[in-house]
Antibody, heavy 121, light 110 residues
Framework: EVQLVESGGGLVQPGGSLRLSCAAS????????MNWVRQAPGKGLEWVSG????????YYADSVKGRFTISRDNSKNTLYLQMNSLRAEDTALYYC??????????????WGQGTLVTVSS | QSALNQPASVSGSPGQSIAISCTGT?????????VSWYQQHPGKAPKLMIY???KRPSGVSDRFSGSKSGNTASLTISGLQAEDEADYYCTSFTSSSTWVFGGGTKLTVL
């Protein structure tokens, strides 16, 4: 059974840093791209960042480019999101999502339950 | 990276059919068949309902269907049921190798 478990969220002051983790199990982690998607309280979904299976290619939304860094440790089956220079507008529930990319198919087929990040003084 | 455009809300009575539109550009919806739809109930993680414009994952009811014409994708739900009441989001792959979501549509079953 595929499981994605996020952790690392919490309360942080504006300008601060936080590192999120997503522990994966139930599939060959290194074979799949992974993504972070966030949802501000009462708002819609926003794609944040993605990384390929090997970790060599990374992608970011303009809203976080230069402040957030996505990475993965395939030996630990874990995805990370390093968040620096945090702003109030980064307050959200952060989900990790497994990305099925094969041939003509792309889909976020499994999602974690999310970890809440609150940026406030 | 502007969000895809979805209606804020739609409603229908049990048994009826509704459609939710998702309008983008030639750099996202119109340029790729990587359009997905997600259902989200309050306090829950999103659930994949449609991928690659019109494919349905195993276990998703055939009452859910997807299509695309030009820069606009659509999700149709037929035979509305009370449990379909939820928020629905479309997403598309983009020419920048990123993803963009729609603003979300709240479906109310009257």
């Amino acid at each position: 059974e595929v499981q994605l478990v996020e952790s690392g969220g919490g309360l942080v002051q504006p300008g601060g840093s936080l590192r999120l983790s997503c522990a994966a199990s139930g599939f060959t982690f290194s074979s799949y791209d992974m993504n972070w998607v966030r949802q501000a309280p009462g708002k819609g979904l926003e794609w944040v960042s993605g990384i390929n299976g090997g970790g060599g290619s990374t992608y970011y939304a303009d809203s976080v480019k230069g402040r957030f860094t996505i990475s993965r440790d395939n030996s630990k089956n874990t995805l990370y999101l390093q968040m620096n220079s945090l702003r109030a507008e980064d307050t959200a529930l952060y989900y990790c999502a497994k990305d099925w990319a094969a041939g003509a198919t792309r889909k976020f087929d499994y999602w974690g339950q999310g970890t809440l990040v609150t940026v406030s003084s | 990276q502007s969000a895809l455009n979805q209606p804020a809300s739609v409603s229908g009575s049990p048994g009826q059919s509704i459609a939710i539109s998702c309008t983008g550009t030639s750099s996202d919806v119109g340029g790729y068949n990587y359009v997905s739809w997600y259902q989200q109930h309050p306090g829950k993680a999103p659930k994949l309902m449609i991928y690659d414009v019109s494919k349905r994952p195993s276990g998703v009811s055939d009452r859910f269907s997807g299509s695309k014409s030009g820069n606009t994708a659509s999700l149709t739900i037929s035979g509305l049921q009370a449990e379909d009441e939820a928020d629905y989001y479309c997403t598309s792959f983009t020419s920048s190798s990123t993803w963009v979501f729609g603003g979300g549509t709240k479906l109310t079953v009257l």
